[in-house]
């Protein structure tokens, strides 16, 4: 089942029992953006609004800017149509607008370097949050465990032995896989060079040790990406960036983003 209907079946929306004492008269409602935001959750919108039978005009697509008081949508259709799919298609909106606002604002100040989510998503809407971090100007890494090879700590520590990772990684890149590495430490970072992989990402390290790793790295294995990851926020991804490291993934974009103020007025 979508998401979309089953967040409708969650919110009771074909048994509304409050907007049965309203009368059913045809209304027009309007989706009103009540801040600055980045759009996204339109075609979710769209669908919710079509499974209790009332039409939606999208007046922005996914990705636009948004200034506050802006109309973002409209809907027509009997009034308890309209209001048994308000909450769905608010929430739906609402979240995704807010993760594509945050990806903005870290792509902005991050700038050269480019912005990854990660895997930390809401369960069962992954792809509609990644979505919304590329409507945003951010960056996707790998969708889930099945396209993607990430080795991380916990990877490393069940080999338990850094001869024996790095045969594993030669074979897997001998068989066309791409691959990200995470280091710990300095010493991790400049061993890890050496191995044929995509990325090599730095896990929590200081501003100073991703100056310092960085310019190592580059002198070991100039073709290479880096990335940092840990904890990084608005504050400090600015100073990350400048490190020169190619990119930052930052896990807040989905599981800390704040909903976006948005109403649906008749």
Do not use: W
């Not at 989706?31 to 935001?37: E, M, N, R, T, V």
């Not at 979240?95 to 606002?101: E, F, I, P, R």
């Not at 080795?151 to 001869?163: F, S, W």
């Amino acid at each position: 089942m979508d998401p979309v209907k089953q967040a409708l079946l969650e919110d009771g929306a074909f048994h509304d029992l409050t907007s049965a004492i309203i009368p059913n008269d045809l209304v027009t409602g309007r989706f009103l953006a009540k801040q600055d935001l980045i759009v996204c959750g339109m075609a979710q919108a769209r669908l919710a609004f079509r499974y209790v039978g009332v039409e939606f005009a999208a007046r922005v697509r996914d990705g636009d800017r948004a200034k506050k008081g802006k109309i973002l949508a409209t809907v027509t259709g009997p009034a308890r149509r309209v209001l048994a799919g308000e909450r769905t298609a608010l929430n739906f909106v609402q979240q995704l607008s807010g993760v594509a606002t945050i990806t903005r604002k870290f792509a902005e100040l991050a700038r050269p370097a480019r912005v990854f989510d990660t895997r930390k998503t809401t369960p069962g809407l992954r792809v509609l949050e990644k979505h919304a971090v590329a409507c945003g100007g951010g960056h996707n890494h790998r969708m889930g465990l099945h396209d993607g090879v990430m080795i991380k700590d916990n990877h490393i520590a069940a080999i338990g032995d850094l001869d024996a990772l790095r045969e594993k990684v030669v074979a897997l890149a001998s068989r066309g896989k791409l691959i990200v590495l995470e280091a710990a430490s300095f010493e991790q970072a400049l061993l890890f060079a050496t191995f044929p992989i995509k990325v090599l990402m730095l896990d929590n390290f200081s501003v100073a040790g991703l100056r310092r790793t960085v310019k190592a790295v580059r002198n070991l294995n100039p073709k290479v990406e880096i990335e940092a990851s840990g904890g990084v926020t608005l504050r400090t991804v600015r100073a990350v960036a400048r490190t020169g490291v190619d990119r930052v993934s930052v896990g807040a974009l989905t599981h800390s983003a704040p909903a976006v103020d948005i109403s649906l007025e008749l």
